[in-house]
């Protein structure tokens, strides 16, 4: 996509989203993806020499390998998503071997629940081969708590493992849709969901 067509979807806002300068947070402060990104990022928590070799496998390979960039999608192995229309274009990942997520959601259940429920252990795994595990959170979801409690205590298994945990962050309530706007796509609202997991 280039500029054009950028300021095109913009509309009359584009001049001012595009020239925004945040005076709040300098440059300086905001860490970057750099050679060293998973050392100095991760290195001083708790995980391990394994969780960190891992993490660095991880943005070794793919699109994006070697750019310090990092892209995830939750295919959720067909469980939330149906499986046909999240695999025809990559059917290597019908094979649970390949990905491992440890809660879903199902849509099925009408009206649609936000709910994300555990189907999985990290010991599973682990006992896999698996170098990572992912799991999803919907903060603001009347269950959020309850999953908040579940992926803490999975992913700190996780990094006693070895494994790397990547954490997707949603937020759902009906609350924050009305019939004219959807403020569960607001920036401030899914950046503190993003901020919450990332103190996981």
Excluded at 23 to 31: A, G, P, R, V, W
Excluded at 88 to 114: A, G, M, Q, S
Excluded at 150 to 165: D, I, P, R
Excluded at 166 to 182: F, M, Q, S, V
């Amino acid at each position: 996509m280039n500029l054009a067509q950028i300021t095109t979807i913009f509309g009359s806002g584009a001049q001012s989203l595009l020239q925004h300068q945040c005076s709040k947070i300098t440059k300086e402060q905001i860490t970057i993806p750099n050679k060293n990104h998973v050392s100095s990022v991760f290195g001083a928590s708790d995980r391990s020499k394994t969780v960190i070799n891992n993490l660095k496998h991880l943005y070794n390979h793919g699109r994006l390998a070697k750019t310090d960039y990092l892209s995830i999608l939750p295919v959720d192995q067909g469980v939330e998503h149906t499986a046909a229309y999240s695999f025809y274009k990559n059917p290597i990942y019908f094979d649970l071997e390949n990905i491992v997520k440890l809660n879903h959601n199902e849509l099925l259940t009408y009206p649609t629940k936000h709910d994300q429920h555990t189907f999985a252990r990290a010991e599973q795994a682990h006992n896999l081969g698996a170098s990572g595990v992912g799991a999803t959170i919907y903060y603001g979801s009347k269950e959020s708590n309850r999953q908040i409690e579940e992926v803490s205590w999975a992913f700190a298994k996780a990094h006693e493992l070895g494994m790397f945990t990547i954490l997707w962050c949603y937020t759902r309530n009906p609350a924050w849709r009305t019939d004219t706007e959807n403020y569960e796509q607001s920036v401030d609202i899914t950046s503190q969901a993003i901020h919450l997991g990332v103190t996981i």
